[in-house]
């Protein structure tokens, strides 16, 4: 796909939402990094359902330790894979406290050695928290770089990593979330909603519905 079809397609995406956020919702860095951590595999609704509660009683990085593993899987039970994530997540709350004076790090190598967090989770944080022009692939990106005519990317990290380079500076802090959304709503795994879509007629996907 040439530069200026690119160019054109987020603009579109600016024009429709100029202030793209996450659906996830926190009120604080930590919350946020606790919810990504939640999400691998679930969706945010469900995430969503489970930290308003959560949230409520541990906050921080102290007050989750104290709530203890075995109180937090009563909150996060409904998500998928709740038992690891507890685990990691009251792992990440014990590194943050001796490590970071319980701050969440602005770094990727220190966030990566959280518990639970990988290059996409650290990705989410550095955009979400840090204004870091990142791209954070997840399953939704993945399809849409690779259907719309982005990439040919195999992996995610190829797909992160061509994304960077054809993305134009302006719009790189808000890709992740325009990606992310139009996968989401719009450009959908199964069968997507071309009719509707705003770019339908920028798109290089072949098989339009």
């Given at each position: 796909?040439?530069v200026?079809k690119?160019h054109?397609?987020f603009?579109r995406?600016?024009?429709a939402?100029?202030?793209?956020k996450?659906e996830?919702?926190y009120?604080s860095?930590?919350?946020l990094?606790?919810?990504?951590?939640?999400?691998?595999?679930?969706t945010?609704?469900?995430v969503?359902k489970?930290?308003?509660?959560?949230?409520?009683i541990?906050n921080?990085?102290e007050?989750?330790?104290?709530?203890g593993?075995?109180k937090?899987k009563?909150?996060?039970k409904?998500?998928?894979?709740?038992n690891?994530?507890?685990?990691n997540?009251?792992?990440?709350?014990?590194i943050?406290?001796?490590k970071?004076?319980?701050?969440v790090?602005?770094?990727?190598k220190s966030?990566?050695e959280?518990a639970?967090?990988g290059?996409?989770?650290?990705n989410?944080?550095?955009?979400?928290?840090?204004?870091?022009?990142v791209?954070?692939?997840?399953?939704?990106i993945f399809?849409?770089?690779?259907r719309i005519g982005?990439?040919?990317g195999?992996?995610?990290l190829?797909?992160?990593?061509?994304?960077l380079?054809?993305?134009?500076?302006?719009?790189?802090?808000?890709a992740h979330h325009?990606?992310?959304?139009?996968g989401?709503y719009?450009?959908i795994a199964?069968?997507?909603?071309?009719?509707?879509?705003?770019?339908?007629d920028?798109?290089e996907?072949?098989?339009?519905?």
């Amino acid at each position: 796909m040439n530069v200026q079809k690119i160019h054109q397609i987020f603009l579109r995406f600016q024009q429709a939402n100029p202030s793209p956020k996450t659906e996830l919702k926190y009120s604080s860095d930590f919350e946020l990094l606790i919810a990504v951590i939640l999400s691998a595999q679930a969706t945010d609704v469900s995430v969503n359902k489970a930290t308003e509660k959560l949230f409520q009683i541990a906050n921080t990085p102290e007050k989750m330790l104290k709530l203890g593993i075995t109180k937090l899987k009563e909150y996060v039970k409904t998500i998928g894979l709740f038992n690891t994530k507890a685990s990691n997540i009251i792992k990440t709350c014990k590194i943050l406290i001796e490590k970071h004076h319980s701050q969440v790090p602005k770094e990727r190598k220190s966030l990566e050695e959280l518990a639970g967090v990988g290059r996409k989770t650290a990705n989410v944080i550095l955009n979400t928290c840090f204004n870091q022009p990142v791209i954070a692939v997840d399953t939704h990106i993945f399809r849409v770089a690779n259907r719309i005519g982005f990439t040919k990317g195999k992996t995610p990290l190829e797909v992160e990593q061509h994304l960077l380079k054809v993305i134009p500076n302006q719009f790189m802090q808000d890709a992740h979330h325009w990606l992310i959304l139009h996968g989401r709503y719009t450009c959908i795994a199964r069968k997507p909603k071309c009719p509707s879509c705003l770019i339908k007629d920028l798109c290089e996907f072949k098989d339009k519905t």
